[in-house]
């Protein structure tokens, strides 16, 4: 019964017959290419290839339940019993959705910043720059003496002005998560900015007087991620003969360096100068050190007192000059996929930024083959409910605050989903969490769609890899499943979790028939782990860049192939999976369509075993029933 549902289920969206256009790919064979995710020297990560010429939204929805992803026009799926990061589709029914509480953060933090909140808070923290006017001393002096008097309205100030710091530092680490310079997935501290006293101060060596606040927020982080790489090591059971595994995780030192480094823009509009000193991440003032006696006052002045100070250089940005805070207006336009000169800088600035590529590797030739170039049969709306107003196809989900763009959510929308691609986003607004609130848009707006074409139900985050800690955030997408390698049977998160904990390639389908037949030992494994990493990688503001980040590397279908090799696959691979006979496969050659075993006396007998041996590897890898639907293109065999 469960595998009569499933076959529905995957040839449902085939039996359209009002949508045109037919899918032309040709074999690229068994592809090898170094890992972007493990990061291996050599070339380990191991893939079925394809060239698509053109593929219709149903056929590529069908495609994509038995594993298979694109870049750009390159259709790739991983060998998952000899590649060396296992890779499972997952995908979310979005009515279903449950956010969770950072999830639900995300979304007010940007309803803040939308307000005009957020900006309330940085402007109200804004420090001295220039007191040495004798009017500006006044003007302090003034300050001074209100705050004596509302003593308590000034600590409330001096607390705003250290979470203002602290916040500035967590969004320093943030940029160092997703830039990879940082572990993903796990638990980060909260940064913490203390005051330094004006006794401390004068117990200090020399040069140190102007120090005004400082964080160890570097030593934490040195400890939680030594202690996660260590366990890392020993989950992965990584043996180095004749060597102790060593702490060879960042130290204080280089962690504060990094973070004052990210932290430079604040020091440009703050008047502070950021420093790392032994570990410690130190906020000075950049006033003449005779000016340094006085604690920095936050309070409230007159406007003529204000202006006063501007004309002589400025002591204060007061608070009282900004009486309601700035609105800001956000946009989300969907378009289909085309070159844009305005995406393709964001996405320049966001890989030269986030992930550190070199200027010269970030081509507009690179870019368009990534993320441009799509070879999904467009479907425009039909005004009933087959298709969503927006039709079926590959777009670009651009987001735009007071009309600069911000964001560009690469998705494919197919008859049963929307696919998430790629995202890319302008690193000024990290503070926003770009990753995760484009997720949450994209699945509501498979829920608003839903209304419209019924059929379109679930929310595909593309590739998660279990053994990468930068992928396990997609799971934090809950209540999710992950797709058998074997059986093409969608199998909950919940479940496949503790069977992944064990080994990278699990036939995860045997596991969810013993569920389904209430075995507890896999209930409760379930159970005690199931939020573990979930909590951890989602607190951290990773973005679905999805890996959504990591989750679509460009592939190259000239790499390595190693066709020659056994047929591992279709030999290991047998139980459960549906035959089908390699006679019936469409073949185009010489502008004609036609069957294969109308041809096959065509071929001469070395030719004919060779070209055989072919088309069955590639019936194996798309199913007996799309290898009959699609049109493979045979190259030089005609």
Same mark, same amino acid.
């Given at each position: 019964?469960?595998?009569?549902?499933?076959? /529905?289920?995957?040839?449902?969206?085939?039996?359209?017959?009002?949508?045109?256009?037919e899918?032309?790919?040709?074999?690229?064979?068994?592809?090898?290419?170094?890992?972007?995710?493990?990061?291996?020297?050599?070339?380990?990560s %191991?893939?079925?290839?394809?060239?698509?010429?053109?593929?219709?939204?149903?056929?590529?929805?069908?495609?994509?339940?038995?594993?298979?992803?694109?870049?750009?026009? @390159?259709?790739?799926?991983?060998?998952?019993?000899r590649?060396? +990061?296992?890779?499972?589709?997952?995908?979310?029914?979005?009515?279903? *959705?449950?956010?969770?509480?950072?999830?639900?953060?995300?979304?007010?933090?940007?309803?803040?910043?939308?307000?005009?909140?957020?900006?309330?808070?940085?402007?109200?923290?804004?420090?001295?720059?220039?007191?040495?006017?004798?009017?500006?001393?006044?003007?302090?002096?003034?300050?001074?003496?209100?705050?004596?008097?509302?003593?308590?309205?000034?600590?409330?100030?001096?607390?705003?002005?250290?979470?203002?710091?602290?916040?500035?530092?967590?969004?320093?680490?943030?940029?160092?998560?997703?830039?990879?310079?940082?572990?993903?997935?796990?638990?980060?501290?909260?940064?913490?900015?203390?005051?330094?006293?004006?006794?401390?101060?004068? #117990?200090?060596?020399?040069?140190?007087?102007?120090?005004?606040?400082?964080?160890? %927020?570097?030593?934490?982080?040195?400890?939680?991620?030594?202690?996660?790489?260590?366990?890392?090591?020993?989950?992965?059971?990584?043996?180095?003969?004749?060597?102790?595994?060593?702490?060879?995780?960042?130290?204080?030192? %280089?962690?504060?360096?990094?973070?004052?480094?990210?932290?430079?823009?604040?020091?440009?509009?703050?008047?502070?100068?950021?420093?790392?000193?032994?570990?410690?991440?130190?906020?000075?003032?950049?006033?003449?050190?005779? /000016?340094?006696?006085?604690?920095?006052?936050?309070?409230?002045?007159?406007?003529?007192?204000?202006?006063?100070?501007?004309?002589?250089?400025?002591? #204060?940005k007061?608070?009282?000059?900004?009486?309601?805070?700035?609105?800001?207006?956000?946009?989300?336009?969907?378009?289909?996929?085309? *070159?844009?000169?305005?995406? *393709?800088?964001?996405?320049?600035?966001?890989?030269?930024?986030v992930?550190?590529?070199?200027?010269?590797?970030?081509?507009?030739?690179?870019?368009?083959?990534?993320?441009?170039?799509?070879?999904?049969?467009?479907?425009?709306?039909?005004?009933?409910?087959?298709?969503?107003?927006?039709?079926?196809?590959? @777009?670009?989900?651009?987001?735009?605050?007071?009309?600069?763009?911000?964001?560009?959510?690469?998705?494919?929308?197919?008859p049963?989903?929307?696919?998430?691609?790629?995202?890319?986003?302008?690193?000024?607004?990290?503070?926003?969490?770009?990753?995760?609130?484009?997720?949450?848009?994209?699945?509501?707006?498979?829920?608003?769609?839903?209304?419209?074409?019924?059929?379109?139900?679930?929310?595909?985050?593309?590739?998660?890899?279990?053994? +990468?800690?930068?992928?396990?955030?997609k799971?934090?997408?809950?209540p999710?499943?992950?797709?058998?390698p074997?059986?093409?049977?969608?199998?909950?998160?919940?479940?496949?979790?503790?069977l992944?904990?064990?080994?990278?390639?699990?036939?995860?389908?045997?596991?969810? /028939?013993?569920?389904?037949?209430?075995?507890?030992c896999?209930?409760?494994?379930?159970?005690? +782990?199931?939020?573990?990493?979930?909590?951890?990688?989602?607190?951290n503001?990773?973005?679905?860049?999805?890996?959504?980040?990591?989750?679509?590397?460009?592939?190259?279908?000239?790499?390595?192939?190693?066709?020659?090799?056994?047929?591992?696959?279709?030999?290991?691979?047998?139980?459960?999976?549906?035959?089908?006979?390699?006679?019936?496969?469409? %073949?185009?050659?010489?502008?004609?369509?036609?069957?294969?075993?109308?041809?096959?006396?065509? @071929?001469?007998?070395?030719?004919?075993?060779?070209?055989?041996?072919?088309?069955?590897?590639?019936?194996?890898?798309?199913?007996?029933?799309?290898?009959?639907?699609?049109?493979?293109?045979?190259?030089?065999y005609?």
């Open positions: 019964m469960k595998k009569s549902k499933m076959r /529905s289920e995957a040839s449902s969206s085939s039996n359209n017959s009002n949508r045109k256009g899918t032309v790919v040709g074999d690229c064979g068994t592809c090898r290419s170094s890992c972007g995710y493990c990061k291996s020297s050599g070339r380990t %191991i893939t079925h290839g394809l060239w698509a010429y053109s593929v219709t939204v149903d056929d590529y929805q069908d495609l994509l339940d038995r594993g298979w992803r694109r870049s750009g026009s @390159f259709l790739y799926k991983p060998d998952m019993e590649t060396c +990061c296992p890779s499972y589709t997952i995908r979310l029914r979005a009515s279903d *959705f449950a956010p969770s509480k950072e999830q639900r953060r995300v979304s007010r933090r940007m309803q803040r910043f939308l307000d005009g909140t957020m900006d309330v808070e940085k402007k109200s923290v804004e420090l001295i720059k220039d007191p040495s006017t004798s009017n500006c001393n006044k003007v302090s002096s003034s300050v001074e003496n209100n705050s004596l008097s509302h003593n308590n309205e000034e600590n409330n100030k001096e607390e705003e002005i250290l979470q203002f710091l602290s916040g500035q530092i967590d969004n320093a680490v943030q940029l160092c998560v997703v830039s990879g310079q940082f572990l993903s997935g796990i638990q980060l501290p909260k940064a913490s900015v203390k005051k330094v006293s004006q006794a401390k101060r004068k #117990l200090l060596v020399e040069g140190m007087e102007n120090l005004l606040y400082t964080s160890n %927020i570097a030593f934490q982080l040195a400890a939680t991620l030594n202690r996660a790489q260590l366990a890392e090591k020993d989950v992965q059971q990584i043996r180095v003969f004749g060597q102790s595994i060593e702490d060879t995780g960042p130290s204080p030192k %280089i962690i504060a360096a990094k973070l004052a480094s990210s932290l430079i823009q604040l020091a440009e509009t703050s008047g502070l100068s950021i420093r790392a000193c032994n570990g410690h991440l130190n906020f000075y003032s950049a006033m003449k050190q005779a /000016s340094l006696d006085e604690d920095v006052h936050i309070g409230t002045v007159s406007k003529e007192s204000a202006k006063t100070c501007e004309s002589k250089g400025r002591c #204060l007061n608070s009282s000059e900004h009486p309601q805070a700035k609105r800001h207006k956000l946009q989300i336009r969907l378009k289909r996929s085309s *070159f844009d000169p305005q995406e *393709f800088e964001l996405y320049r600035r966001y890989q030269i930024n992930h550190n590529d070199k200027p010269d590797q970030v081509t507009e030739t690179s870019y368009r083959r990534f993320l441009v170039d799509s070879p999904l049969v467009f479907v425009p709306p039909s005004g009933d409910d087959t298709v969503p107003p927006c039709g079926f196809g590959s @777009f670009h989900q651009q987001y735009l605050i007071d009309d600069r763009l911000v964001a560009v959510g690469v998705i494919d929308i197919l049963r989903c929307l696919s998430s691609k790629y995202l890319f986003w302008d690193p000024d607004y990290a503070f926003l969490s770009l990753g995760k609130y484009s997720a949450l848009q994209e699945i509501s707006w498979v829920k608003e769609n839903q209304t419209l074409c019924p059929t379109l139900q679930y929310y595909y985050l593309g590739y998660y890899i279990h053994s +990468c800690r930068k992928m396990r955030y799971a934090a997408y809950h999710s499943e992950l797709l058998c074997l059986r093409y049977q969608w199998v909950p998160y919940d479940i496949a979790r503790p992944l904990d064990r080994k990278p390639y699990v036939v995860l389908s045997d596991f969810a /028939s013993l569920q389904n037949e209430s075995s507890p896999i209930s409760e494994n379930v159970m005690g +782990c199931q939020h573990d990493d979930i909590g951890q990688g989602d607190s503001d990773v973005r679905m860049d999805y890996d959504y980040d990591y989750d679509d590397e460009t592939l190259d279908p000239e790499s390595e192939s190693d066709d020659d090799e056994p047929d591992t696959e279709t030999s290991r691979q047998t139980v459960g999976v549906e035959d089908g006979d390699i006679s019936n496969i469409v %073949i185009r050659g010489q502008g004609t369509r036609v069957r294969y075993k109308d041809i096959q006396r065509a @071929f001469g007998p070395i030719q004919r075993r060779s070209l055989e041996s072919q088309l069955r590897k590639y019936m194996k890898v798309v199913g007996a029933e799309l290898s009959e639907r699609m049109v493979y293109a045979l190259g030089s005609l």
